[in-house]
């Protein structure tokens, strides 16, 4: 018996210490779902229109939704906004797909501005499209965040508001130049050495 009391206790804390080294499971994120869409949010791109990273600029606009009732917004403490993947954008993209949990979330990768939320009054930046941003279909995502940093509300413009943005390549103009040229130079260089050698053989 008391070798036997001694095996169940070994087993019991085997499994305490392995229960101790396993990870703890990941904490589900805030699902966008959940969230009330409180805040309107605007974008000054037209649908479909242009922009090039590192040179073109976007004013974003947010507020309290209209229809949300006064005082709503009381838990507000800072707004969050960022640039999303369109669809058209995320198609067989996984690195880019949304996903409801937002801890999850791949679509909207890129920080525009976080600031203090102002409660009653409309907030705005100018952001001037990064250099990193990769080309691809994007509209503005709005999150308001409490105190603790936790999402508690969004707005955003939507796909179908949805700008374009011409990544930058990292080959510059000069440089297609530069090599057009030496291109045709090694053809020119080619095509003597290729004469002065029949003319030595005929010789």
């Known amino acids: ?72 917004d009381a838990a507000y ?19 880019r797909k949304s996903n409801d949990d937002l801890s999850k979330d791949k679509a909207c990768q890129f920080k525009v501005t976080q600031q203090a939320y102002a409660a009653g009054a409309p907030g705005s930046f100018e952001y001037t499209v990064a250099r990193d941003i990769p080309s691809g ?20 413009t939507g796909a179908a508001a949805a700008f374009d943005v011409a990544g930058i390549t990292g080959i510059h103009a000069s440089i297609k130049v530069a090599a057009g040229v030496f291109s045709a130079f090694s053809v020119v260089a080619l095509a003597f050495f290729f004469v002065v050698e029949n003319r030595k053989k005929n010789k």
């Open 1 to 72: 018996m008391a070798r036997q009391g001694c095996v169940i206790s070994l087993s019991l804390l085997a499994v305490l210490l392995l229960g101790a080294c396993l990870p703890a499971p990941a904490a589900a994120g805030v699902l966008l779902s959940t969230l009330p869409k409180a805040l309107a949010v605007t974008a000054s791109p037209k649908p479909g229109q242009v922009l090039h990273a590192g040179v073109d600029k976007v004013t974003v606009t947010w507020s309290l939704n209209s229809t949300e009732p006064a005082g709503a």
């Open 77 to 95: 403490k800072n707004v969050k906004v960022n640039l999303c993947y369109a669809p058209v954008s995320q198609k067989d993209r996984g690195w």
């Open 137 to 156: 279909s994007y509209y503005v995502r709005a999150y308001a965040l409490d105190a603790s940093g936790t999402q508690v509300a969004y707005g955003q």
